[in-house]
């Protein structure tokens, strides 16, 4: 009787944790679908049914697939946080999903490094070396392993640990997933830790700045480039025009309306040239570049919050139960691999096209097979 009443108070206490969150957990919910079924729709369209020149395309796929992996392992380690706050019994989930979660997310944030390389060598260096196919797979490769190797050390930080709390004047014992209180008493070996990752993490992000501000600046230059060139050559056939319609002046006021015409609509193209370069096909040319600049930035923002929490948990001792109202911004970095998808649909024409037919050819299947 005495377990049955402990078990029922420690089971109050827990849904009393996790009733006061629930909007945590519906908010992680509809990130969990949204994530899965927007990552799983990009790999099975740029895989399946984007074939052809898919140089520019190589890293989507694989990129998409670990944001699914990386939403799925996070917020499943965020959702036992909410739905079993003190309720958390198994070492071994506690170990393997704050490990593996951490390290999807890693790998994402060397995936976008290789890209960046990737693109300064086409952008900036297109006479120079290109990564080719086994190149790029041999650098995800690369990038796997050294984010399981740098958070490997995830596997003897955590463990489940007993909490002891007052709850409706019992004195009630639960369990959850934190740092091993030997190393809480010993807080430098954490702090070392954490300071290392976090130099990874800064020397991560500004790799990836400085490449894709070189990058920046060539494609500026090659667009300031185009338009000179582009002005120069209608500026010509412009005077041309005009040194024509000079000599045959004699052709009377309906040939000289005529070169007013040519020259108006001479100067208007010029315009064009000037004003709306991106309508002749600038951004097409680069929109690949564009796509992966705007994931990157996305990314480097996602992980600003979570540090500052970071640093600031690792200031206090002991697990805490209560800290779940900055679980969402601990995780902030979630919205990185789930908002992903959105960017390619918006950006990438190609993209919607096929998606668009994928869905079409599935739902006249169904009415087919329904009929």
């Not at 015409?261 to 680069?286: C, N, P, Q, W």
Request: proline share 2%; charged share 20%; net charge positive.
């Amino acid at each position: 009787m005495t377990n049955k009443s402990g078990y029922d108070d420690l089971l109050a206490w827990n849904n009393d944790i996790s009733y006061r969150h629930i909007w945590i957990t519906i908010i992680l919910v509809i990130l969990l679908i949204v994530g899965v079924v927007g990552n799983a729709i990009v790999v099975l369209v740029y895989k399946f049914k984007m074939t052809g020149k898919i140089e520019d395309r190589f890293f989507i796929p694989i990129l998409a697939a670990v944001d699914l992996v990386s939403c799925v392992l996070l917020i499943a380690l965020s959702l036992t946080r909410t739905v079993s706050p003190v309720m958390f019994f198994d070492d071994g989930s506690c170990k393997a999903l704050n490990y593996l979660a951490h390290a999807s997310s890693l790998i994402s944030l060397f995936l976008l490094v290789i890209i960046a390389i990737h693109r300064y060598q086409k952008i900036c260096r297109p006479l120079g070396y290109q990564m080719k196919d086994t190149g790029k797979r041999v650098a995800t490769g690369i990038s796997c392993c050294a984010a399981i190797v740098l958070f490997s050390p995830l596997v003897s930080l955590y463990e489940v640990n007993g909490v002891t709390q007052t709850f409706n004047g019992q004195n009630v014992t639960g369990f959850v997933c934190s740092t091993k209180p030997s190393l809480v008493n010993r807080p430098q070996f954490i702090k070392i830790y954490q300071g290392f990752t976090l130099v990874v993490y800064i020397l991560t992000i500004l790799t990836i700045m400085v490449l894709y501000i070189l990058v920046s600046r060539a494609i500026i230059h090659r667009l300031a480039s185009w338009k000179r060139k582009k002005a120069k050559k209608l500026e010509k056939k412009r005077k041309k025009s005009a040194t024509t319609d000079t000599k045959d002046s004699e052709g009377g006021a309906s040939d000289e309306i005529n070169s007013q015409i040519s020259t108006a609509f001479d100067t208007l193209k010029l315009r064009k040239v000037k004003y709306g370069v991106k309508k002749e096909g600038h951004f097409s040319m680069y929109r690949y570049s564009y796509i992966f600049m705007i994931i990157t930035l996305k990314a480097i923002i996602s992980y600003i919050g979570p540090w500052i929490i970071v640093i600031y948990e690792s200031s206090r001792s002991g697990a805490s139960v209560d800290s779940m109202n900055l679980l969402l911004l601990k995780r902030m970095y979630i919205l990185s691999h789930v908002t992903n998808p959105v960017i390619y649909g918006l950006l990438d024409k190609k993209f919607r096209k096929e998606m668009k037919g994928w869905f079409t050819s599935a739902r006249k299947r169904r009415y087919s097979v329904s009929g």
